[in-house]
């Protein structure tokens, strides 16, 4: 059973950066695209962006194109979301998610396409 679990978060004042870190448990299959979402206070939870193994296609959200990157290094199975620019805005818990599945046609941004999903870290940001 596939596990995740994310690192990186904390308090930051607006403009500020954090990279968050998702680690797997165990090796995750090349057909595997990774997820970062996030869940604002009292909202929904939304997609970031995420980043397909092999390849590294990468999608990001409209609200964080330009100031976020996300990143992989496979030999430690872990993906990075560098975070740069931050606004009051981007305070959420952030969470990494997995599909197994994957392909140019996949709704990306639908959270029942991910089945493994990692307990989350807070990000705050201060005006």
């Known amino acids: 059973q596939l596990q995740l679990v994310e690192s990186g978060g904390g308090s930051v004042q607006s403009g500020g950066s954090l990279r968050l870190a998702c680690v797997a448990s165990v090796r995750t299959g090349s057909s595997y695209f990774m997820g970062w979402f996030r869940q604002p206070p009292g909202k929904e939870r939304e997609f970031v962006s995420g980043?397909?193994?092999?390849?590294?296609?990468?999608r990001y959200a409209d609200s964080v194109k330009g100031r976020f990157t996300i990143s992989r290094e496979n030999a430690k199975n872990t993906v990075y979301l560098q975070m740069t620019s931050l606004k009051p805005e981007d305070t959420a818990i952030y969470y990494c998610?997995?599909?197994?599945?994957?392909?140019?046609?996949?709704?990306?941004?639908?959270?029942?396409?991910?089945?493994?999903w990692g307990q989350g870290t807070q990000v705050t940001v201060s005006s």
């Open positions: 998610a997995a599909r197994t599945a994957w392909n140019f046609n996949s709704n990306y941004t639908a959270l029942e396409g991910y089945e493994f």
């Open positions: 980043i397909s193994r092999i390849i590294g296609i990468t």
